[in-house]
Structures are given as structure tokens and as C-alpha cells.
């Protein structure tokens, strides 16, 4: 915003300021003739003056002061370094910046200014936002922390902002769910920890908690939905940083809603100085990345009356007759995806304004998915009484649509019909014939090769225009904030939150659906969602210097009210008129209500104690009230930081070596109604008595956690390197198991269990300038974190956590999380696949261990490059270790149209281990049934993909001074580098602990590619 001062309040401001400098203010009118004449003789050569800030390495440093001294006439920089400002000739210009040495320039007619800063060794204080929103020096954090900035987020862009991060924050294992754009993404951070609660780490957005309560998503191998989680709702144009606090001595003032860590976000604000525009589009294009290898040499056995069987093990094709051979390219389109956003921003010393609006638009690559979401942001900051009272208001308000978006697994999938189609068959009379009026009933009927009353194969493009679904979200989170500075050292603060999502979902089944899910004359499910959390907090700062001491403290307290509700206002059954969608015309009360509520109450205390700027302490403590719980708990957390290069003489080359270590008690509070479980009100006005027993003196899960590492910059600070080593056990897990009935109840709750993560993680960075106009830096981030099942309890031999087509998730005592079970095939002694009488395999009896969900290792490689206005970036990222579950794969085996199945037709049959073949229809009919896959469709889960790549040029001042245009070619998951899954290993089916790693006939991942443009006016 520029300077609103008129000429003569500009000369009595510039007047004041000399004299005050003197100590003779108004002393006499002499000095006040003369300040006046120097004060217009200055007006009249003012100049616009323009330029960038830049460290000694080239990276452009947002927020620096730009000040004509001894004026309050200032400015600061944007997020490319850049500013402007009219100056009067011969002034002094004032640079500052915390960490970095002032300079003073004078300014000079028309000259645009390239300013480097250096580094002040004594002034290293970079502050970083940390739990609860207090700021403290990052040189004396005790713990690991790993921030990313928001042009992370918006280099290539993800509808879910999130998925943006991946391999980019060592710990941080981000999977998104197959479900196309709005959906949700698993994260985990330093393993799973939890076996029947929550493992993903709190979202926190400016010192508040976020409400992250997923809807709903897929539980079982037949089919479910996802609702879409708080991520997927943000904009990311409007993030300026996130901070991943990863372990839990780093979350602990959240108490027991971070025990699995804190993705910490911070939004864009207003600042002093001019109004600034920023506009970007971003416009992307995606196409399936790893389909399945079907076949097209062998079709479905013709039968008598021309009709084709359901699987393709008939004869040979003849050539040119594969009709069906590319059905999967016919089907799949390119998607795209825009998102459009514009922000303004600008204030003065008092207040502070921003306001955006986004628009993300998005067609799937399967037909009818579409996605559409809004985002509206206004961000205001005030400050009142000489800057002592602080005030800040945020609104967002989230408007979002989908049709169609994919739900893995059996029922009303298009997928299912579209992979086993017959390559003989015409898959191209289908997809223009896939209905038909049926006269005599008065509504349209199905067209497909075979019989549709079933629970797998339909007609895909029947299953996307007459099975369709919408899904709506409507979001609004209000925040505020007061602060008062009661002196330069104690300070009183204040938030409150209110964040409110309503979903709807509407699914339509028309007549002529499979029978098994869908009434004769069609079904109806109209299900609403209402997801509310208040949250609030009273907190008193103290910061103050005693001599070589330095103490920094905090007292609050805090509450947070959950309340969901769920409404399936579905009829059930039949409808009573053929395809009349309405909650009244079905011939079942298929209703139901849902109603939970929770609430939290804390009391927390944090001090840290500094001694010379080399030696810190960190105390928390927390106890929480949790309404889920009889009794309140108590949990506390100690650090330490020693500072190497303050306490003794290092080689000049060693700009920081700091050595950290903390432990931590977490607790983590148990879902609702679980100490006193409710009877349910059913339909028709019934009661379904509750048959589990009340665990009045249950226990919170209690995570102990201890980790150490170091950080150390040296060279000038173009080498960064930490290194962290950490081990967690969570105890006091929630179990239940069967009673017997004559104790009135079905099952019971108890405490127990240990379950324990232990690794390391290591970020690396070098910076190398070549010139003042060539950079070049990368970094490599690496992770391992290794799971073991300490202890379960001797009343559970197992816990079974998911399952999936014949695959259980179990958790066993010495064992570790995500170990999957199956049955597996017979063999003898010299590893011979035993078959029976027919020449068919046979199978075991008892479910043995076949690998584990989960990678130990991964690691994430990136490089920037610029040259003047030029830049390329791209990442490389892996996992190492682990396994996939592809039971796709497993039913296309079974079907005879996978490739494998061709190829064995083509050996001769699939060799038992002896030379001896058998038919390959005898052994993947087997193998590829329910119950039966064995080891055949565990695959290595290790892969490694160029992640991101971008290649951009910055047009400077194009609209004026400082107003850039910057273009970019963007793409994401272009390839991959090696990979050993039939399908993406890296994408999951739903958010939940039993279904990670698997794959049942979900959407394929995506690879896309675009342009990103950027301006600022």
C-alpha cells in the first residue's frame, strides 16, 4: 500500500524525526524553516527505486525491511526478494533483516538495486512457529523438525495439496487413495503406532487443530467410498510454510490429538507496504501411469447361440479379430485438472489485509468423474494501543462437487467389466449399447456379454451413467486470535476456532442393476454428514533475559468439542416406481442416524532455559480431560540442546554443530462410548440391545518416545546436514475378544500391548553458487523405521486389523505392523507344486506369514538449478522394502485375460518346479480364486519415480517495477525409474490401518503435465 501522507505531514514527519535526533525538537522556527526547505527539496527529487534481496547463495529472502532511515517511509519484500519504493534522491536506504548484518545504500536516480545480505554470526535466529503456535529460535529446538515452503506446494500442483510433499520430508510417507481428484491421502510419520486407533498425525493450521474426521472409507474388499479428508479442502496458493513436527516430544502440547506428530501449516497474511495482486494458473493434463497388462491373443470359448463365456479361456484369436483388444485405451480419457487463483494482499503498519478466492476444476481419466471446488480466504491482522494488542481474524469458506468419484473394490465398479472383457468380444457395441428400452416393463435394461444379476462383471458404461453419484461439501472455518502485550516480556493471548463441514452423498442405482445390490425397479442412498469441532485456548507467554539466562515460557489452557452426525435417509430395497430417486418411494425403512460426541480439556506449561546462547533446556507438561475416559491423564516431555560450535573453538568452515536429544510421555484419548457403549434406536422404532461391556477403567494409550541427533551447517552455511535417531513404543493399546454369552455380553475392552518404531532420519544439503547468476542446490532426504510387535496379550494370539481378498492384516507378538497372512500353496520337500487327480494345485490349510505392507526405507533427491532468470527442479523419490498386495491382478489371472496367462498358454502350461507343466487355465483359475492367492500377488513394493519436474523462465517487471510474469512447464509421476508391482505401489485403497498397501481393481495412478503461469500486479 503506498505512502498516504500528504507533502506537509511528510515534512513535519521528516521534521520530527530530525529533531527528536538532536534532542531539540522544536527548538526554534530556524530549524524549522530550514528542515522545511530540505524536506520539500527532497519531495521534489524523489525517485522510484526498485531491486531484489538476495542471501550470499542467491535465495531470495521474503520479508526483509526496506526503510529510508530515520522515515517510517518503507516497504518489504515479496516472496521473490523483490521490492519498490519512491525514495527521495541522496536518502538513506536502511536494509535489515533478523540474522543478517544491516546495510545502508543512498539512493541514486534510476538505478535498480541487486542487494545481498550476509549472514550476522552472532545473530543466527531464525524463528520457527512450533506447537501450539509459539515461536522459538530454531538453533534451540530440541527435537526434529523439517519445514517446507508453500512454493513446495505450488510448483506442480495437487488438488490435494498435500500429495505435493511426497519425498520431500524425510518420515513423512504420504499415500494418496485411488479415488481421483478430492480425495483423501494417508500420512504417516515414523511408522504406524496404533492397532485399532488413529495413526495419522494432526493437522494444524496457524496454532489451531484442524478437524480431520474422514467421513467415510472403504472397509472391505466389496466396495465403500471415500469421503474426502481436511487436506483435500485447502487451497495451496494460500500456504505460506508447513512444519512437520514429527516426533512427540515436538507435538506434546497437543497432548493426545498429536500423538502420531503434527503437520503444522501456516497461511499467507497481509503485509505493510504496497497492495499486491498475485494471479496463478496452473493447467494440467493427466493419463493412466501403470495399467494392467491385459492380453489380446486368446478370447472367451463362443458358445452354440453366439454368445461369449464370462472368461477368456477359449482358443486363439483369429488375426484382426480382437475387437475387445483395446477397450482400456477406449475407455480411459486424458483428465485435466485447472486451478486458478487470485490473491490480493497489502495493509499498512496498523493493519494488515488478504484476500483470495481459488478454483480448482478437474476431470478424471475415467469418464463422468468430475470435480469442482472453491475456496474463498480473508485473512485480517490488526494492531491496536502502540502495537501492544494484536488482533486476527481468518475466514475460509470450501465449496466442493464431485460426480463419480472412483470406489474401489467388487460392487459397482466399471472396472471390474472393463479388465475382464473378452478381447474377442465387440467391446465397441457395448459402449454404444449398454441399455436398452424394455417395452414391457416400461424402463431400459442392461446390454452386456453375460449375465448381469451378479456381484462382480457389468457394463462399465452402465455402471458410470446409471449407477452415478455425487458427493457435495460445504466448509466454513472461522479463527481468531487477540494478544496483548502486558509488558516487553509477559504477554496474554486468546484463540478460538469453529470449523464445520456438511456432506451430502447421493447415489442412484436405475433399474436393470445387478440384483445383488440394487432392488428390481432400482435403489436409492441419500446420506448427509455434519462434521463440527470448537476449539478454544487461553495462554500467557513470558519471555525474558536474566543476565547469561534466557527463559522462555507459556501457561494455558485449552478445550476442543467434536460432535459428528450422519443421516442415511436411504428408502432400502426396491423402489415402488421404477427410477423415481426420492427418500419416500422405496418399499424398506432403510434409515439411520448417527450421533458422537467427544470433548477434550487440557491444562499445559512449557519453559525453555537458555545459558549463553549455547545450552537449552525444554520442560512440557499436559493433562487432559477426555470425556471418552473416567480419569484424566498426565504426560510429560525434557529436551536438551548443546550447541558445539558456541561452547568451544571450531574451524572457521563450521558455522553450527548442535547436538539435541528429548523424551516424551504422550497420551492418546480412545474413540467415543467405548467406556460406556449405547444402545441403538434401529428402524421402526426397534432396539438393538449393545452386547459389549463397558470398560469404565480403561486406560489411554500412553506413547513413550525418546530421540537425539545433531544438525550442522557448514562452508557458509551451503552445507546442511541433520541427523535424527528416534524410538517410540505406544502401551496401553485397546483390544477387544470374544465372552461368553452367559455373561450377558458379546465381547469386551481391555488395555494392552506394546507396539514399537525405532529409526533414523537424515536431511542433506549443499548449495553450490557458480556465478551470480548460476546456482545450483540439491538435497537428498533418507528415512528407515523398523516396526516390532513387543507385546500383545496372552488372551489374543492375533489381532486382525483388515482383509482383502483372501489376504489378512494381522498383528502378531514378535511380528511386525502390516505383516500380511495367506494361505499358500502345497509343496514338497524340493519346493514341487503339489496338484491333485485333475492335474489342479492344491492349497495349505493354515494362513502363514507372505511379507509386510510397509517399507522401511525411503528417500527423496531433488535439484534446482537457475541460471539469471531461468530454473529447472526435479525430484527423484523411492521406497525400499515392503510389499504390494495387487489382488487385481489376481482376478485377471483368473479370468485368462492377463498377459501372464498368455504367456503360459504360449509355454505350454506353468511348470510345477520339476519340468512337469500343467494348463495354465488349471493353475491361475486356482491361484487367481478368492482364498487363494498365496505369495503369487505379493509383489516388492520398491519403486523409484521422477516425482516432479519443472522448467521455468520469470519475465521481470513486465506490468512495472517489481510486477513479474513467470511460466513454467510442470509435470508429475512421469515415469517410473523401476518398479516391481503390476499397478503403483504407492497408491492405497482407503485411509484405514488395515488397507494399506492393496489394490482391488482401484483407478489407476496418473502421470500429468502442464503450465503453470504466475503474475503479480
Known amino acids: 500500500m503506498k505512502n498516504s501522507f500528504s507533502s506537509k505531514s511528510k515534512g513535519l514527519l521528516l521534521l520530527l524525526c530530525g529533531s527528536l535526533a538532536t534532542g531539540n525538537a522544536w527548538a526554534n522556527t530556524d530549524q524549522l524553516d530550514h528542515a522545511s526547505a530540505v524536506t520539500a527539496t527532497m519531495q521534489q527529487q524523489n525517485v522510484a527505486i526498485k531491486g531484489t534481496v538476495t542471501d550470499r547463495l542467491g535465495e531470495a529472502l521474503i520479508g526483509v525491511s526496506i526503510k529510508v532511515k530515520n522515515t517510517t517511509n518503507g516497504t518489504v519484500t515479496n516472496v521473490d526478494g523483490e521490492f519498490q519504493l519512491n525514495a527521495p534522491q541522496g536518502a538513506i536506504l536502511e536494509i535489515s533483516y533478523i540474522g543478517y548484518v544491516t546495510k545502508e545504500i543512498t539512493v541514486a536516480p534510476g538505478t535498480s538495486y541487486r542487494i545481498v545480505l550476509q549472514e550476522d554470526t552472532q545473530l543466527i535466529e531464525e524463528v520457527v512457529v512450533t506447537a501450539m503456535g509459539i515461536e522459538r529460535k530454531a538453533k534451540s529446538l530440541t527435537y526434529a523438525t523439517q519445514k517446507v515452503g508453500g512454493d513446495e506446494l505450488t510448483r506442480a500442483k495437487d488438488p490435494n495439496l498435500i500429495n505435493s510433499l511426497q519425498g520431500k520430508t524425510a518420515g513423512l510417507n504420504i499415500t494418496p487413495n485411488s479415488s481421483g481428484a478430492g480425495g483423501s491421502s494417508k500420512i504417516i510419520i515414523r511408522g504406524n503406532k496404533s492397532a485399532q486407533g488413529n495413526n495419522q498425525p494432526l493437522i494444524v493450521i496457524d496454532g489451531m487443530p484442524m478437524a480431520n474426521n474422514s467421513s467415510t472409507q472403504l472397509n472391505d474388499g466389496y466396495g465403500g467410498r471415500d469421503g474426502g479428508d481436511a487436506l483435500s479442502n485447502l487451497n495451496p496458493d494460500d500456504i505460506a510454510s508447513i512444519n512437520v513436527l514429527k516426533g512427540a516430544s515436538a507435538a506434546a502440547l497437543y497432548g493426545s490429538m498429536a500423538a502420531n506428530g503434527v503437520v503444522l501449516i501456516t497461511t499467507k497474511k497481509g503485509s505493510e507496504g504496497v497492495v499486491r495482486v498475485d494471479v496463478s494458473s496452473s493447467t494440467t493434463f493427466e493419463s493412466a501411469l501403470a495399467l ?216 442412484r442405482l436405475y433399474a436393470g442393476t445387478s440384483s445383488v445390490f440394487a432392488g428390481t425397479l432400482g435403489s436409492y442412498q441419500y446420506i448427509t454428514n455434519s462434521d463440527e469441532q470448537f476449539y478454544g485456548d487461553l495462554m500467557a507467554n513470558f519471555s525474558k533475559n536474566f543476565g547469561d539466562y534466557e527463559i522462555n515460557a507459556a501457561l494455558g489452557t485449552s478445550f476442543t468439542d467434536v460432535r459428528l452426525a450422519e443421516l442415511n435417509a436411504s428408502p432400502g430395497g426396491s423402489m415402488y416406481i421404477a427410477n423415481f430417486f426420492s427418500v419416500v418411494n422405496g418399499d424398506k425403512n432403510g434409515n439411520g442416524q448417527k450421533l458422537t460426541r467427544s470433548r477434550l480439556n487440557s491444562v499445559f506449561a512449557t519453559a525453555q532455559v537458555g545459558y549463553k546462547d549455547m545450552l537449552y533446556v525444554d520442560l512440557t507438561a499436559r493433562n487432559d ?305 478368492r482364498d487363494n492367492h498365496g505369495t503369487n500377488y505379493v509383489y516388492s513394493a520398491t519403486n523409484f519415480r521422477l516425482r516432479e519436474l519443472s522448467l521455468g523462465y520469470t519475465f521481470r517487471d513486465v506490468f512495472g517495477a517489481s510486477k513479474n510474469l513467470s511460466l513454467s512447464l510442470v509435470g508429475r509421476n512421469l515415469f517410473f525409474l523401476y518398479k516391481d508391482a503390476p499397478s503403483d505401489p504407492e497408491v492405497s485403497m482407503s485411509t484405514l490401518n488395515g488397507f494399506s498397501g492393496s489394490n482391488y481393481f482401484a483407478l489407476p495412478s496418473t502421470r500429468s503435465f502442464g503450465i503453470n503461469i504466475k503474475a503479480t500486479f
Open 292 to 507: 494392467p497388462k491385459l492380453q489380446s491373443e486368446y478370447g472367451a470359448v463362443v458358445n452354440a447361440d453366439g454368445s461369449l463365456d464370462q472368461r477368456s479361456w477359449g482358443e486363439k484369436i483369429p488375426a484382426g479379430q480382437a475387437k475387445g483388444a483395446n477397450r482400456v485405451d477406449d475407455f480411459f480419457r486424458t483428465g485435466s485438472t485447472l486451478i486458478n487463483s487470485v490473491a490480493i494482499s497489502g495493509g499498512s503498519d496498523k493493519m494488515q489485509n488478504y484476500i483470495s478466492y481459488a478454483n480448482t476444476r478437474a476431470n478424471g481419466i475415467m469418464p463422468t468423474n468430475d470435480f469442482i471446488r472453491h475456496n474463498f480466504s480473508l485473512k485480517e491482522t490488526i494492531k491496536l494501543l502502540d502495537g501492544k494488542l494484536a488482533i486476527t481474524g481468518s475466514m475460509n469458506y470450501i465449496k466442493q462437487k464431485g460426480n463419480n468419484r472412483h470406489e474401489p473394490g467388487q460392487y459397482r465398479n466399471p472396472l471390474t467389466g472393463l479388465y475382464t472383457f473378452p478381447a474377442n468380444g465387440d467391446f465397441g457395441y457395448y459402449k454404444n449399447n449398454f441399455a436398452e428400452m424394455d417395452g414391457a416393463k416400461g424402463y431400459e435394461r442392461q446390454l452386456w456379454y453375460t449375465d448381469v444379476n451378479q456381484d462382480f462383471s457389468a457394463n462399465p458404461y452402465w455402471v458410470i451413467y446409471r449407477n452415478p453419484h455425487k458427493e457435495t461439501r460445504e466448509r466454513v472455518m472461522l479463527s481468531g486470535t487477540v494478544k496483548y502485550d502486558l509488558t516487553d516480556y509477559l504477554s496474554l493471548q486468546g484463540r478460538l476456532s469453529y470449523d464445520k463441514s456438511s456432506d451430502t452423498y447421493d447415489r
Open 625 to 929: 480431560w477426555s470425556s471418552t475416559l473416567k480419569d484424566p491423564f498426565f504426560y510429560p516431555s525434557v529436551g536438551v540442546t548443546a550447541l558445539i560450535n558456541e561452547m568451544v573453538k571450531l574451524p572457521k568452515f563450521i558455522n553450527l554443530f548442535k547436538f539435541r536429544g528429548s523424551y516424551s510421555i504422550v497420551g492418546n484419548a480412545m474413540p467415543a462410548y467405548i467406556t460406556h457403549p449405547m444402545h441403538t434406536l434401529t428402524n421402526k422404532g426397534t432396539i438393538d440391545f449393545n452386547g459389549k461391556e463397558p470398560f469404565k477403567e480403561m486406560q489411554p494409550e500412553k506413547m513413550h518416545s525418546m530421540e537425539f541427533g545433531f544438525d550442522l551447517s557448514m562452508f557458509d552455511n551451503r552445507l546442511e546436514w541433520d541427523f535424527t535417531y528416534y524410538k517410540t513404543n505406544n502401551k496401553n493399546q485397546y483390544f477387544e475378544m470374544n465372552v461368553p454369552k452367559a455373561s450377558g455380553f458379546e465381547k469386551k475392552f481391555f488395555n494392552a500391548g506394546n507396539i514399537q518404531n525405532s529409526g533414523f532420519e537424515t536431511t542433506l544439503s549443499y548449495t553450490q553458487p557458480f556465478s551470480d547468476k548460476f546456482r545450483w542446490k540439491t538435497g537428498i532426504n533418507l528415512s528407515y523405521n523398523d516396526n516390532l510387535i513387543k507385546e500383545i496379550d496372552d488372551r489374543l494370539d492375533q489381532v486382525e486389523i483388515g482383509q482383502i481378498q483372501g489376504y489378512k492384516l494381522r498383528l502378531v507378538e514378535g511380528g511386525s505392523y502390516g505383516d500380511i497372512y495367506s494361505k499358500v500353496l502345497k509343496r514338497d520337500e524340493k519346493g514341487v507344486i503339489q496338484v491333485n487327480d485333475k492335474n489342479i494345485p492344491l492349497m495349505g490349510d493354515d494362513y502363514v506369514k507372505v511379507g509386510n505392507v510397509n517399507s522401511k526405507w525411503s528417500l527423496g533427491w531433488s535439484n534446482t538449478f537457475t541460471y539469471d532468470n531461468f530454473q529447472l527442479y526435479f525430484l527423484i523419490d523411492g521406497r525400499i522394502g515392503g510389499n504390494y498386495i495387487d489382488a487385481t491382478q489376481a482376478v485377471l489371472d483368473a479370468y485368462g485375460v492377463s498377459q501372464a496367462t498368455a504367456d503360459a498358454r504360449n509355454n505350454g502350461g506353468v511348470d510345477l518346479g520339476n519340468g512337469t507343466k500343467i494348463p495354465a487355465k488349471n493353475y491361475y483359475e486356482l491361484v487367481g480364486s
